[in-house]
């Protein structure tokens, strides 16, 4: 059997890093880290590294290091982890432009190496990166996709197991809008094995675990004072990767092309998408109550302030 090629742009950073490691115990295909040439040498040796890694796990898959963009060349998956990444102090907007011009570059080249590959992207700011992506590469919505809500609803899935001091297994939950302080985790949809969340906890403590979750991107750059979140992000990517290898159906929450869909027309939001074979093979809508409805719309006016930014 031919396995996948997934390659890593970025490879040679923290996510990158993690992303490899994890998707190469998963046996998830053979691993490409790709970052600009000077970095070249840093993913062979990543690439090395995790070879030597494979007996400890029993993976047989193949993993190399490069700076070339033709080792996109049949990708069936590409991860874009490539960017400058949150700083203290900087908010994902303050990136902005650094990001695009890396985003630009990519586009052009998956577009031409790379046309039919799955493309999941964790650049930030996301929600404006994933729309740039899009619109520089031609490529169908369905095959671009941001890891939004994978990453920030597993995140509020913590805090609800922290908060409870149940299992996390039992936890359930939401989190829609941009991927920033705007963000709508839907709290009437979370529950733990089915009991909703505001039978186990007061509406002060879920007030506090929603505000926590808007701001655990923030927690993280401030605790760790030179750079940001890697292994949640990186775990958060794996699982839209293997939903779509594996052709799982998944229902997860990412930044998709909405074209109608809760209002919003034109825009990559984070939605409830099922990921299989196919990509994002459809965005699944169900009615929101007007306090949430209010939430997505500003989420969706912040987002739309941003993506105007990039001028496409």
Same mark, same amino acid.
């Given at each position: 059997m031919i396995r996948k090629k997934i390659v890593i742009v970025g490879g040679g950073g923290q996510i990158g890093g993690v992303v490899a490691m994890i998707a190469a115990q998963k046996e998830l295909g053979d691993i490409v880290l790709l970052d600009i040439p000077d970095k070249e040498n840093l993913t062979r040796a990543?690439?090395?590294?995790? /070879? &030597?890694?494979? @007996?400890?796990? =029993? %993976?047989?898959? &193949?993993?190399? =290091? %490069? =700076?070339?963009?033709? %080792?996109?060349?049949?990708?069936?998956?590409?991860?874009? *982890?490539?960017g400058v990444p949150r700083k203290q102090g900087m908010s994902r907007e303050d990136l902005l432009n650094i990001n695009l011009n890396i985003i630009k570059g990519l586009a052009e080249g998956i577009k031409q190496h790379a046309p039919n590959a799955f493309i999941i992207i964790t650049t930030n700011p996301l929600d404006a990166m994933v729309y740039a992506f899009y619109k520089l590469s031609g490529l169908p919505k369905q095959q671009v996709v941001g890891m939004a809500g994978a990453l920030d609803g597993a995140r509020f899935r913590t805090f609800i197991a922290m908060e409870t001091g149940l299992s996390l297994?039992?936890? %359930?939950?939401?989190?829609? =809008? !941009?991927?920033g302080p705007t963000m709508v985790p839907v709290t009437r949809t979370a529950t733990v094995s089915g009991i909703p969340l505001d039978a186990l906890l007061s509406s002060e403590q879920i007030a506090n675990i929603v505000e926590r979750t808007r701001e655990a991107g923030t927690e993280l750059v401030r605790l760790y004072q030179t750079g940001s979140a890697y292994f949640s992000t990186a775990s958060a990517c794996v699982e839209l990767a293997e939903a779509y290898l594996k052709d799982k159906k998944r229902v997860i929450a990412s930044a998709a092309l909405c074209e109608g869909e809760y209002g919003?027309? $034109?825009?990559?939001? !984070?939605? @409830?998408?099922?990921? $299989?074979?196919? $990509?994002?093979?459809?965005?699944?809508?169900? @009615?929101?109550? @007007?306090?949430? &409805?209010? /939430?997505?719309?500003? *989420?969706?006016?912040?987002?739309?302030? *941003?993506?105007a930014e990039t001028g496409l």
């Open positions: 990543k690439a090395l590294d995790l /070879m &030597q890694l494979r @007996p400890n796990e =029993g %993976s047989d898959v &193949q993993l190399i =290091g %490069s =700076g070339n963009l033709e %080792s996109l060349a049949d990708a069936d998956v590409v991860l874009i *982890t490539a297994k039992d936890v %359930s939950c939401l989190v829609m =809008g !941009g991927h919003v027309d $034109g825009l990559f939001i !984070g939605v @409830p998408v099922v990921i $299989g074979a196919n $990509g994002i093979e459809r965005i699944i809508e169900f @009615p929101l109550i @007007p306090e949430e &409805q209010a /939430m997505l719309d500003k *989420t969706i006016a912040a987002v739309r302030d *941003t993506v």
